[in-house]
């Protein structure tokens, strides 16, 4: 629910009761809840260091049940991994695709007798498909049929995020919304509010239809602000560049972007073929979706049914 500092306090609580027990049923999902903690704000190297403790051996007579979510969160963990390096115009890093690999064949040995057994499995090889970036769509499309399965609203709530984000890059604008309402309905059921405020991001940057205009806040500007340097200093993207990759998050064509900041088309191609190049990306929803998960951008825009 995003509700961090209580989060820490529970878990202080709870290590004072459980202290160094390695009993697989407390351990693993107090390594899953830490890790889970450490990689929505931002620490995936803590995130990855943490899992990688939890599954390092199995305990005799260990119950894969309560292996196989923290393989999931391990594999979800990596894949952000690579696309974070990716963001920064820098190549997978050689051991997120060697510990990727690892817990996929340690999965496809792990017993899968349950439906959340095998729920967890298609959710890697999902999210290995995102870490590599190839057949996504497909691999989400299993890993959502398999999460109704598990019949966890909130796994399946992730899962049609996923999918929904795979469908905008493969230009199914009308399923990707579908997906994406569906996400948005049960994450803001559970108060799930991280989850909840990515799928509406996917959204308006897709332009995938949401209930209504979304209204910018001060905070929001600050962050714009804050954005934008990062966006100088970090991509080289010049004030320009910045406002025209505002526009391509918001879903402009060329001719829109022209038209807004009055400058020719072919000025307008010359800027997102720029953008395209310092961000490292080979398409526009490439580039919206990398600005929109670092920040650089904050779109409020009306929006219409598919892309």
Known sequence: SGRAAEARADLREIRQHLRSTTAPQWALPLAAM????ARSEGDLDAAHLIL????????PGEEPRYRWPVMSLAMQVE????IRARDGGADMPAEVESRAGELLREAKALATATPNDRGHLALMNAEYARLLGVEETAAWEAAVSAAREMQQPFVIAYALLRQADALVADGDGIAAASSAREAQTLAGGLGATPL????EALMRRARLSPDGLVTPT???AATAAESAAEATDRFGLTPRELEVLRLVADGCSNNQIAQQLFIS?????VHVSN?????????RVQAAALAHRRGLVAVTADVDDGL
């Open 34 to 37: 830490e890790a889970e903690l």
């Open 265 to 269: 088309r072919a000025t307008a191609s």
């Open 196 to 199: 909840l405020a990515e799928v």
């Open 79 to 82: 894949a952000e991994r690579a």
């Open 218 to 220: 001060d905070t929001d």
């Open 275 to 283: 953008i395209l190049s310092k961000l490292g990306v080979a398409t």
């Open 52 to 59: 990688g403790r939890a599954l390092a051996g199995v305990t």
